[in-house]
Structures are given as C-alpha cells and as structure tokens.
Nanobody, 116 residues
Framework: QVQLVESGGGLVQPGGSLRLSCAAS????????MRWYRQPPGKERELVAH????????NYADSAKGRFTISRDNAKNTVYLQMNSLKAEDTAVYYC?????????WGQGTQVTVSS
C-alpha cells in the first residue's frame, strides 16, 4: 500500500533553514505529482507546494514563494522541501501528500517549530 514517511523537522531559530524529506513507497512514484501541506496549531491544513511527476513544474503558496523550494528525486522515490528564512508563522506539522486516482494519501507529518 501507499506509504509516505516525512522527516527533517525540528526546532529552528527565525531566519534559519530546514530541509524536509518524504520517502514514498507502494506506488509508481515517478508517475505522480506530489504536494507538501502544513497545519499550523489550531488552524486548518493548507497547501504549501506542488511538484509535477517529472519535477519540471512547481507551484507555491504565496506564503512560501521565494523562501521554500520543492524538489524530487525519482530515483530515490523522495520529495523534498527546502525551507529558508523561516518565520514563527511557519511553525506547523508538515505533511506530504499524493493523489492516486480518487485516493489521497498522507504521511504522519513532521513538526517544524520556529522559535528563538
């Protein structure tokens, strides 16, 4: 079955950087677009970034533009989210996501906390 495992979260100071990873298995990773979402404390989950199956096309939420970069390595079945210039408002649980036909799958999430 589809499995998504996020890693790379942690505590970072404002202005710092983190790189999140999402290891995928159980499906033909190279054939599917991938997404990163986040859920801040007390708020709804929101889309952060999207990458096409080949990696040739990416899209970002306004809050992520210019600071975050989504990428993928289809040989490693892994999608990444490089986050720079982190702010307190980036504090959230970050999830990767894939939509296969009509089924959406999520990882368990990784906590990112931006605080001094």
């Amino acid at each position: 079955q589809v499995q998504l495992v996020e890693s790379g979260g942690g505590l970072v100071q404002p202005g710092g950087s983190l790189r999140l990873s999402c290891a995928a298995s159980g499906f033909a990773f190279r054939n599917y677009a991938m997404r990163w979402y986040r859920q801040p404390p007390g708020k709804e989950r929101e889309l952060v970034a999207h990458i096409s199956s080949t990696g040739s096309s990416t899209n970002y939420a306004d809050s992520a533009k210019g600071r975050f970069t989504i990428s993928r390595d289809n040989a490693k079945n892994t999608v990444y989210l490089q986050m720079n210039s982190l702010k307190a408002e980036d504090t959230a649980v970050y999830y990767c996501n894939v939509l296969i036909l009509t089924t959406t799958s999520w990882g368990q999430g990784t906590q990112v906390t931006v605080s001094s």
